[in-house]
C-alpha cells in the first residue's frame, strides 16, 4: 500500500474544506443590489398587546396582485421581495375591525415599516389611515438582515 505524504494529505484536505465554502446557489450576497423592498411592522390592538396570526396583505394599487402574510406570536410580520410601487396595506383579525395603510410607497433596497393597532369592532369596519413620509420609517436594505431573526411568519 502507498503511504501518503503528510504535507499532500493536508493539502487535499485543505482544498476539500474551502470547496464546501463555496455556496451551491447563485443567490445575491449580502450588499448586492436588489430589485426589491421589503415591508414590516406589528400589530397590536386598542392596548398595545400584540396580535397573533393576524392577516396582512399588501396590493399593488396598479396592478391589483396581492402579497399577504400573518403575523407571528410576537405580532410582527415581514414582507420580502416586493416590487417597488404603491401598496395599500390592510392587517385584519376576528372580533377586530380592518386596518387599512393607503398609498404606502415601497423603494428598491428600502425597508418600509408599516405597523397597525387594531380596534374591537366588525371585520366589515375598516379604518384607512394614508400614508405620508412623515408616518412611515424606511432603512437601508442592510437592515433588514437584523429582523432574520424573527424566524417564520405564523
Known amino acids: 500500500m502507498k503511504r501518503i505524504h503528510p504535507r499532500r494529505l493536508a493539502f487535499t484536505i485543505s482544498i476539500a474544506l474551502l470547496l464546501q465554502l463555496i455556496p451551491g446557489n447563485a443567490s445575491p ?3 448586492q443590489a436588489t430589485s426589491s423592498g421589503t415591508v414590516v411592522g406589528t400589530v397590536t390592538d386598542h392596548t398595545g398587546a400584540v396580535i397573533a396570526n393576524a392577516a396582512v396583505v399588501a396590493t399593488d394599487t396598479t396592478t391589483k396582485q ?28 376576528a372580533g377586530f375591525s380592518t386596518d387599512e395603510i393607503s398609498a404606502l410607497t415601497v423603494s428598491v433596497g428600502t425597508q418600509t415599516t408599516a405597523s397597525f393597532k387594531l380596534v374591537v369592532g366588525a371585520q366589515t369596519t375598516t379604518v384607512q389611515v394614508t400614508a ?9 436594505a442592510s437592515t433588514v438582515m437584523q ?4 424566524g417564520s411568519c405564523g
Open 147 to 150: 429582523y432574520g431573526s424573527l
Open 29 to 31: 450576497a449580502f450588499g
Open 66 to 93: 396581492k402579497r399577504s402574510t400573518v403575523t407571528n406570536k410576537t405580532g410582527q410580520y415581514v414582507l420580502v421581495d416586493i416590487p417597488p410601487g404603491t401598496y395599500d396595506v390592510t392587517a385584519s383579525f
Open 132 to 140: 405620508s413620509n412623515a408616518d412611515l420609517q424606511t432603512l437601508s
